[in-house]
C-alpha cells in the first residue's frame, strides 16, 4: 500500500507544471467552474492521497497518538471560523467591498492548508533518493525545456506583461535577439514559457536548481549535465533578478557546500568532471548574462531617455502643480472631491502613478484624496510599486478602523483585488492576519527551523544530501519574502511540500540509524 501511495505522490507532483499552464487562470477556461480547473485537480488528488494514506489502519492509530497535529488541526478549524467571521463585515470607500466572498476565501484557506497536507504524506511515503531524484529531473526538465523551446519559436509568454496593454502577452524576440544592435526592449525578451506567474517560477527554478546541481555531481552522465545547462539558460530567459541572480549566488553556494563536505563530513567524494562542467556552464552563463533581460531592464530603467523622459516629467508637473494648487483653493467640501475626481482621471499620468493602481486596485473615485498624498510624494516614491501596494492595503485597513484585522486580516479575497502584495509573509500578514500567517506560512519557518536546527547541532545529520536539501528549500523561503507571489500559489508550494516532506524523512531516517548503532 505505501508503494501506491508513493506512486500516486510521484504522479501528483509530476502534474503540477502542467496544471500551472497559464489559460488555466483566465477565461474562458477559468469560467467554466466556480474556481480554477488546477485548484478543483489539486484538491480532489489531495483526498484520493488521503483515502491511500488512511486506508492503512496503522496510520490512522499512528495519528491517534499524534496530539500535538490534533490540537493544531483543531486551533487552524477554529481560526478559520473566526477569520470567516471577522472578514464578512467590512468597512470601505468602495461599493463593491473589494468583491469579497465567503465562499472564495473559505476555497483559499482550503487552498493554503493543501501544501502543509503534502509535507505529511511525503514524510510517511518513505521517498527513496533514486525515486526522489526521478521527480526532480521530470520537473527540471518539463519547466527548462518549455521555457527555452518557446523562447526560441517566440511563442513564450513575456515575464513582464503587465506593463502593456491588455491582450499583449508574447515576445518578440528569442535569445539570438540579446545580442542585436539595438535589441528589443526587455519585456519582449524575458520568457516564462506558457506558465502563469513569472516571480513563481523563478522561485520553483531556484528551488530546484541546487537539487539539479547534486544529481550532476552524484550521477554525472550526459543527459543530467543536458538537464542542467537548459535549467540554466531557461533561468536567464525568464529575466527576473530571483531567476537571472539566483542562478549564480545558488551555484556559488552548492559549491561551497560541496567543499565543505568533502573537507570536513568527508561524506562525499570530488567529481572532477561533474565540478569541471559546472564551472564551464557557470562562465557560459555569466557571458550570457551580459546580454540578458535582467541586465537590459537595469540599463533601461537607467538610460538617458529615461532620465530625459524624467526631466521632461518634471517640467510638466510644476506646469499641472498650479492647476492643482489652484482648484484647491477655489473648491470646497463636495466640489472639491468632484474637482480632484476630474483632476486625477486627467492628470494621472504626469504623477507616474501606475493606471491599474488608480482606477482599479484602489479607485480615485472614491478615495482621490489618498491619491493627493501620493502625488505630493518624490517620484522614486511613485514609482516604487511595493510601497504603493502596502500604502493602499494600509489605507483600506485603515477606513475599516477594525483592531481586529491586525489579527485575522481583511481576507485574501478583499487583498488580491486590490493587489497582491509582492511579499510573501507581510502579504499573509495583510490577508490572514498575524494569526493565520502563523498558522498558515509560519510551521514552513518550523519546519526548516527544525532541519535546520538538526543540521547545525548534530554531526549525522550535515551530510551533503541534506545541506543541498536545506539550501534549497530556504531560497525558496528567501525569494518568497524578496519577490512575492509564492507562497499563496499551488505550483510553487507543493513542490515545496514535498522537498520539505522529504527533507524531513531523512533527519527521521537517520535519527533511526543513529539510535540503532
Request: aromatic share 18%.
Amino acid at each position: 500500500m505505501n508503494n501506491k501511495l508513493k506512486t500516486s505522490l510521484f504522479w501528483f507532483i509530476f502534474l503540477q507544471p502542467f496544471l500551472d499552464i497559464y489559460w488555466f487562470y483566465y477565461p474562458p477556461l477559468s469560467t467554466i467552474f466556480r474556481f480554477a480547473i488546477p485548484t478543483i485537480i489539486r484538491i480532489l488528488g489531495i483526498i484520493f492521497l488521503l483515502g491511500i494514506f488512511f486506508s492503512q489502519k496503522y496510520n490512522w492509530k499512528r495519528l491517534t497518538k499524534q496530539r500535538w497535529l490534533i490540537a493544531y488541526t483543531i486551533i487552524l478549524i477554529i481560526y478559520s471560523l473566526l477569520h470567516l467571521w471577522h472578514v464578512k463585515d467590512f468597512n470601505s470607500v468602495d461599493p463593491s467591498g473589494y468583491q469579497y466572498s465567503s465562499i472564495g476565501e473559505l476555497f483559499y484557506l482550503v487552498r493554503m492548508a493543501l501544501p502543509l497536507i503534502t509535507i505529511y504524506l511525503t514524510y510517511y511515503s518513505d521517498f527513496s533518493e533514486k525515486k526522489f531524484k526521478s521527480v526532480i529531473k521530470w520537473l527540471v526538465g518539463i519547466f527548462s525545456s518549455t521555457i527555452v523551446i518557446t523562447n526560441l519559436f517566440t511563442i513564450s509568454l513575456m515575464s513582464y506583461e503587465i506593463v502593456l496593454e491588455p491582450g499583449t502577452h508574447f515576445i518578440k524576440g528569442n535569445i539570438f535577439n540579446w545580442f542585436a544592435k539595438n535589441p528589443f526592449n526587455y519585456y519582449f525578451l524575458a520568457s516564462k514559457g506558457l506558465f502563469y506567474k513569472a516571480n513563481t517560477l523563478s522561485a520553483i527554478m531556484l528551488l530546484l536548481l541546487p537539487l539539479m546541481l547534486y544529481i550532476v555531481v552524484t550521477e554525472f552522465n550526459w543527459k543530467n549535465l543536458i538537464l542542467y545547462i537548459l535549467q540554466s539558460l531557461a533561468m536567464l530567459e525568464l529575466g527576473t533578478k530571483v531567476a537571472s541572480v539566483g542562478l549564480f549566488l545558488a551555484t556559488i553556494m552548492f559549491i561551497g557546500f560541496y567543499i565543505f563536505n568533502i573537507l570536513v563530513t568527508k561524506d562525499i567524494k570530488l567529481n572532477k568532471k561533474a565540478i569541471f562542467s559546472i564551472i564551464i556552464v557557470s562562465i557560459g552563463s555569466g557571458l550570457l548574462f551580459s546580454y540578458s533581460p535582467a541586465v537590459q531592464r537595469v540599463s533601461y530603467d537607467s538610460s538617458p531617455t529615461s532620465l530625459q523622459t524624467t526631466k521632461k516629467s518634471k517640467k510638466t508637473t510644476k506646469h499641472v502643480n498650479d492647476i492643482l494648487e489652484t482648484g484647491l483653493k477655489k473648491y470646497n467640501g463636495k466640489a472639491k472631491k468632484r474637482f480632484l475626481v476630474r483632476f486625477i482621471r486627467k492628470y494621472a499620468p504626469v504623477y507616474a502613478l501606475n493606471k491599474n493602481f488608480v482606477e482599479k486596485s484602489y479607485s480615485y473615485k472614491y478615495d482621490p484624496y489618498f491619491w493627493l498624498k501620493i502625488m505630493n510624494w518624490p517620484i522614486s516614491q511613485r514609482r516604487d510599486y511595493r510601497l504603493l501596494e502596502r500604502s493602499m492595503l494600509d489605507q483600506v485597513i485603515k477606513n475599516n478602523n477594525n483592531k481586529l484585522d491586525k489579527w485575522f486580516g481583511i481576507s485574501y479575497i478583499r487583498e488580491n483585488n486590490i493587489f497582491k502584495l509582492e511579499r510573501d509573509f507581510l502579504a499573509q500578514k495583510y490577508s490572514l492576519g498575524w494569526i493565520g500567517m502563523i498558522l498558515f506560512t509560519g510551521l514552513y519557518l518550523v519546519v526548516l527551523a527544525y532541519c535546520g536546527i538538526n543540521w547545525l547541532i548534530k554531526k549525522a545529520y550535515r551530510n551533503f544530501e541534506n545541506s543541498v536539501l536545506l539550501m534549497s528549500t530556504t531560497s525558496l523561503i528567501i525569494s518568497a519574502f524578496y519577490a512575492g507571489n509564492v507562497l499563496d500559489f499551488l505550483t510553487a508550494t507543493f513542490i515545496f511540500a514535498f522537498i520539505l516532506g522529504y527533507l524531513l524523512s531523512r533527519i527521521k531516517q537517520e535519527k533511526s540509524l543513529g539510535k540503532n548503532s
